[in-house]
């Protein structure tokens, strides 16, 4: 099991048995503090009754570890590891409340008999587990569960709806039964054969909470000294560290504000495309000449890309259909190059209502429920009874003089049925298909499973424990609790592991998080203006003009691959014959939307790649 993990760890690894008790522990160390074989684990306090293997960093390790020597604690060696075991000892599992950091560990109390699995605030860092049969499996990968005898890799089929409709696997699900994610801010207890989770952090918790009071100059200069304060202490390591610069505006925060407070060059790295549209190389040239780091930039051409996809369900080993896990693969392996450490700007579009998505939303939201009711009734009624075909039709007859709208058929079906729920009063159903690539009805068409919403229990939970708070707090704190963590850190985490490069969040501080959280919406969200108060900080350090442009996101020209180059993949995986033997989806309904991808029908690539991606990852698990 430990080994399937060596890409995670090359420098060192251990093993701890308990042969009393029955526990054993693995590691596979990345030497990142204190590189000397002090740092080795699993590791132990001073008189062996306390073990831990550790994945991450806690940033504030020194501090802890002051507030543990004058308490008289004792320490062999300059790392984090060492300071979480006694930071155990001393508090025992309430130490977690102290860490500043991402991690992912498990502690074994041979005193207590309780074995205890954590996992950080937001979900940095992975933890699987499997549980049956008084058997109780955990690794920071499916793929080192898969290797222990008693694992049964049984795929849950009637989670596909789900992976389908957003590209990813909810917490606490995976794609195994009797496999589950640990959830952020979440910690387990093994005691006597029985597994006891508890919640130890949210989110949610702050965003109900009395607004931060105070000025836009006073809010913006704290919001200032905590961005410093949180990206400086990403910068803590023993070895070289570097930044992810795609030219957006989170990455550019993040390089220039570092930058500025540190007395060397940091280290940039960037991928670009051959697509106009796509390519933010060009800015992130710019950007970086000006704040004068020491860039690397390198531009991705489609055989690499084909190398990359078939890499994909090694590095992936539960299927993930968002397709910038591709540059976000190949910028990891750039930086590896030179760093060992490499931080990624993942949470601000979370957290200052970034995503253009949030905007589109709340205006579809409030002019729905403005229309009067029989209006609306009678607009459901005629969209109902259109096929979306005939608009698909419609429109490429009569293109040349109309404006261009991308996959004009799959809007259709998603304005026709966000307007259904929100006439039904229903909010989380229609953010839902704000988000789906399939829709529950042409799911119904492709796979027996039926949906299956007990499966959606995060999105009902943080709706229902924000009811006085606004509609954008509401969809922003949904994506921070299951989009973030189940797509954009898996995506990192994996990336960049893969490689042996640890990827560092510095937007996800936890003490950032709360503050942010407590900030009103009018300093996040102004005048159609996103991230408003991100945007004062940022003007400060670069000029506006390198920064205002349409938001594009770090992501691959796929559309144009799959049509062109990597054709051949597609045909590979998804052809009739192979999906009719094979009995998971209806072979001729797929090899229908295929069809109309190639015919030039405007279909989302996202249904045909989320497809490919599963079937890849079959063809490797199972």
């Not at 509401?474 to 954009?488: E, G, Q, R, S």
């Not at 090899?591 to 989302?604: E, R, T």
Request: with cysteine.
């Amino acid at each position: 099991m430990r080994d399937t993990l060596a890409h995670r760890g090359p420098d060192d690894s251990g093993l701890y048995i308990d042969q009393e008790h029955n526990v054993g522990l693995a590691h596979t160390r990345l030497s990142i503090l204190d590189l000397s074989s002090l740092g080795h684990q699993p590791m132990s306090n001073d008189n062996g009754s306390v073990w831990i293997t550790y994945n991450g960093e806690v940033y504030n390790f020194k501090e802890i570890r002051e507030e543990l020597e004058k308490k008289r604690y004792a320490f062999k060696s300059n790392t984090d590891t060492e300071v979480l075991v006694k930071a155990y000892e001393e508090w025992g599992i309430d130490c977690v409340h102290k860490f500043i950091g991402m991690f992912a560990f498990a502690i074994w109390d041979r005193n207590q008999q309780k074995l205890y699995l954590v996992r950080d605030r937001v979900g940095v860092k992975p933890l699987y587990y499997f549980f049956k049969d008084g058997i109780l499996l955990f690794a920071s990968e499916l793929k080192a569960l898969i290797k222990h005898p008693n694992f049964r890799k049984e795929i849950n089929l009637s989670i596909l709806p789900h992976y389908l409709r957003f590209g990813f696997i909810q917490s606490p699900y995976t794609i195994f039964h009797d496999t589950f994610k640990l959830k952020p801010g979440h910690y387990l207890c093994l005691y006597k054969n029985k597994l006891v989770e508890k919640k130890y952090w949210d989110i949610v918790d702050f965003y109900n909470a009395d607004p931060i009071e105070g000025t836009e100059e006073e809010i913006t200069l704290e919001l200032e000294n905590l961005l410093v304060n949180s990206f400086k202490y990403r910068l803590i390591s023993d070895v070289p560290v570097g930044v992810f610069l795609s030219g957006g505006l989170d990455s550019s925060i993040v390089t220039a504000l570092l930058q500025h407070n540190i007395g060397s060059k940091l280290k940039t790295f960037t991928i670009g495309f051959d697509e106009s549209g796509l390519n933010e190389a060009d800015w992130s040239k710019s950007i970086a000449s000006y704040l004068g780091t020491d860039h690397t930039e390198y531009y991705l051409s489609v055989e690499e890309a084909a190398n990359i996809i078939y890499k994909i369900p090694e590095i992936y080993d539960e299927p993930l259909g968002d397709h910038s896990v591709i540059p976000t693969y190949l910028v990891s392996q750039l930086a590896r190059k030179d760093v060992t450490v490499a931080l990624s700007a993942d949470g601000g579009d979370e957290l200052f209502c970034g995503y253009s998505r949030y905007k589109a939303y709340v205006r579809l939201y409030e002019k729905f429920l403005r229309l009067p009711k029989f209006l609306t009734n009678s607009v459901i009624k005629s969209m109902t009874s259109l096929n979306p075909s005939r608009v698909d039709d419609f429109y490429r007859t009569f293109q040349a003089v109309m404006p261009e709208v991308k996959e004009i058929k799959d809007k259709y079906i998603k304005w026709r049925d966000m307007l259904i729920e929100s006439n039904n009063g229903n909010l989380i159903e229609m953010y839902k298909c704000n988000l789906s690539k399939w829709t529950t009805e042409e799911l119904g068409g492709i796979i027996d499973y039926k949906y299956n919403y007990s499966y959606d229990a995060a999105y009902v939970d943080t709706i229902e424990s924000m009811p006085n708070n606004e509609l954008l707090n509401k969809v922003m704190a949904l994506d921070f609790k299951t989009y973030l963590p189940d797509d954009i850190l898996t995506k990192v985490d994996r990336a960049t592991m893969s490689v042996s490069l640890e990827g560092r969040e510095p937007f996800l501080d936890h003490r950032l998080l709360e503050f942010v959280a407590r900030v009103p919406l009018k300093f996040k969200y102004h005048e159609g203006t996103s991230k408003y108060i991100l945007r004062k900080v940022l003007y400060k350090h670069i000029p506006r003009e390198l920064i205002e442009r349409p938001k594009q996101g770090f992501v691959a020209p796929l559309s144009r691959w799959l049509k062109g180059e990597l054709h051949q993949v597609v045909k590979e995986y998804l052809n009739e014959d192979r999906l009719r033997r094979e009995g998971i989806f209806n072979s001729e309904v797929v090899s229908s939307y295929i069809k109309d991808f190639y015919s030039g029908v405007s279909i989302n690539v996202n249904k045909i790649w989320f497809l490919l991606v599963f079937q890849m990852w079959k063809e490797k698990w199972t």
